[in-house]
């Protein structure tokens, strides 16, 4: 099925552990986003990739870095897992501005948790 | 910075009811979104309004958008308990890839 495919769906960390986030599209949009999800706080933008081969910090983005790998893939590494990392995190991808679709397609999420 | 505000915040209604989510945002722009959200579940696109004035209607659900006061509602008529859901609505961002900027989310219990 067409959408996005995120890696894992869950994972549990211990403080100061590193990982990284996987992140697929293939319906070749050309932005690509990766928000996380407190209760309470709606959905923050960490990083985004407006077109393959650009990364942009968002509202959020200390502690994580991103990698667009290429244009379906965009990863979000954790380098040292801390605490106030635990959340849900979605990837998510659009056309685009200046496309005639506006529509965001959004990843099943991960649910991640640092002891 | 781009602000988007919900209210409310948490929402309990009987069925059969009507009601209304309000949706303010501080930025010009003619796109708002909205999204449904269940319970460990992903985000589920309800409306995308394009345009000032743009209604758009699901079942017993009815956005509509004023670009000039930056208002969208959410109009729920006769609620059901299938309703009962985390309703996001959000705004693209030019200024950070149009990615979309969400509201905190109404958290909407319809009982019997």
């Known amino acids: 099925n067409a959408g996005v495919t995120q890696t894992p769906k869950f994972q549990v960390l211990k403080t100061g552990q590193s990982m990284t986030l996987q992140c697929a599209q293939d319906?070749?949009?050309?932005?690509m986003y990766w928000y996380r999800q407190d209760p309470g706080m709606g959905l923050r933008l960490i990083y985004y990739s407006a077109s393959e081969g650009t990364t942009d910090k968002g509202e959020v983005p200390n502690g994580y870095n991103v990698s667009r790998l290429n244009k379906r893939e965009f990863s979000l590494r954790l380098e040292s897992a801390a605490p106030s990392q635990t959340s849900v995190y979605f990837c998510?991808?659009?056309?685009?501005?200046?496309?005639?679709?506006?529509?965001?397609?959004f990843g099943s999420g991960t649910r991640l948790t640092v002891v | 910075e781009l602000k988007v505000e919900q209210n409310p915040l948490f929402l309990s209604m009987q069925e059969g009811k009507n009601y209304t989510i309000y949706c303010n945002y501080s930025t010009t722009s003619d796109r708002l979104y909205w999204y449904r959200q269940d319970p460990g579940k992903s985000l589920e696109s309800l409306f995308v309004l394009l345009s000032n004035g743009a209604v758009k209607q699901e079942g017993r659900l009815m956005a509509s958008l004023d670009t000039k006061a930056r208002l969208s509602t959410l109009h729920i008529t006769a609620a059901v308990h299938d309703l009962s859901a985390t309703y996001f609505c959000a705004v693209d961002a030019s200024n950070s890839g149009y990615a979309l900027n969400f509201g905190k989310g109404t958290s909407l219990l319809v009982t019997p």
């Open positions: 998510a991808s659009s056309q685009g501005w200046g496309q005639t679709n506006y529509g965001y397609t």
């Open positions: 319906m070749n949009h050309n932005s």
